[in-house]
């Protein structure tokens, strides 16, 4: 299997619980009003400045290369291109949302976006799991891959790489605190 496809499902792995925090979050909301907006920033410019920037243009690319060995899928592969550009937008709604909030106080919309924000991207992982990635396995060629490959440089994941940025270090800690807890 391509390197670059077990890096896209690790990928996944790591944006999941991304989601699994931001799911906490509103139910502590619903819960009892209570909603860390700085956490929630934090995962929404993650999200804006690496899956927006670097994982999902590398699926785009994974999903091209696959639209031209199988036809069939090319509704699918639509669908999963659509869902970036959606998602990428949800993202930038989720952040202008957060700036206009000055506390939790008034939270409900944000809670809403969380909330599509959350089924769009679970769906959407879901389908490249189940159905592209498989796909991508089987027909895919190592030139194919290379050509992936190459075709991007390198960029650390800033939360679940090597070096944490420090600005994410409080994403992380959550996840820390999720995991143990």
């Known amino acids: 299997m391509s390197m670059m496809l077990d890096k896209l499902h690790q990928e996944h792995i790591n944006i999941t619980k991304l989601i699994d925090v931001l799911e906490k979050q509103i139910n502590s909301y619903q819960e009892n009003g209570s909603i860390n907006l700085q956490l929630i920033r934090d995962i929404s410019d993650y999200i804006i400045h690496y899956p927006d920037l670097y994982h999902h243009p590398k699926e785009d690319l994974v999903f091209e290369l696959l639209r031209h060995k199988d036809k069939q899928i090319e509704p699918v592969i639509n669908r999963l291109l ?53 796909r991508a396995k089987e027909l895919l060629t190592e030139n194919d891959w290379q050509q992936v490959e190459t075709g991007f440089n390198y960029v650390e994941d800033p939360v679940f790489g090597k070096v944490i940025y420090k600005q994410y270090e409080n994403i992380l800690n959550s996840i820390i605190d999720d995991e143990t807890g």
């Open 82 to 134: 659509n869902d970036h550009k959606i998602l990428y937008e949800s993202a930038t709604s989720l952040s202008r949302e957060l700036n206009r909030l000055k506390d939790s106080s008034n939270a409900e919309i944000l809670v809403k976006q969380l909330k599509n924000y959350i089924a769009l991207s679970r769906s959407h992982m879901d389908v490249e799991e189940a159905i592209l990635f498989p």
